[in-house]
């Protein structure tokens, strides 16, 4: 087991649905702790670069065009197995398949309208971390060493 740091996104369903603050309680209540939080307006070209690995994909212009629509939430967490627990407490991508009282479950419309974001793996948790934070601008729970993937 190890602390690690995991790219969390509130896309813009979850801001216009004003559920900022029920999210992160439930991170929190699970024991990530945000250690870097920003919100902004995403370009198409900061979204397309950031979903990059997607653009081949038939949904590929909608879901540029969703997370450009409305103001979003980044995140860094940190915590124990970050990256899994934050998947954990997301649910699946399909809200239909999300286990109950996770947060695709209680807010999430559909496949694309998914309400949040979290990275997959230690590879894509440090990239994407570093494509919208600076390392300076992450402040470590205190007494807290990162043992899997400093970014
Ligand atoms: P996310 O975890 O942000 O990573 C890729 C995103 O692509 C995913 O969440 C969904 O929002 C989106 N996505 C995946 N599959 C589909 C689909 N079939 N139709 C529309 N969007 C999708």
Redesign the pocket.
């Known amino acids: 087991m190890a602390i690690e740091r995991t790219l969390s996104?509130i896309k813009p369903d979850g801001v216009k649905k004003n559920v900022i603050g029920a999210i992160i309680t439930k991170f929190e209540e699970a024991g990530l702790t945000p250690v870097a939080v920003r919100m902004t307006t995403l370009s198409q070209a900061e979204a397309g670069g950031f979903?990059a690995v997607?653009s081949a994909r038939p949904?590929f212009g909608?879901?540029v065009e969703f997370m450009t629509s409305g103001p979003v939430v980044l995140m860094v967490l940190e915590g124990e197995s970050a990256i899994t627990r934050n998947r954990e407490i997301m649910g699946a991508?399909d809200p239909a398949e999300a286990a109950e009282g996770t947060i695709r479950a209680l807010f999430a419309e559909s496949?694309?309208v998914?309400t949040v974001?979290?990275s997959d793996a230690p590879e894509t948790a440090a990239a994407e971390i570093a494509y919208f934070f600076r390392g300076i601008d992450i402040f470590p729970k205190a007494g807290e060493a990162i043992t899997a993937n400093p970014s």
Do not use: D, P, Q
């Open positions: 996104i979903y997607h949904f909608e879901l991508t496949k694309g998914n974001h979290g």
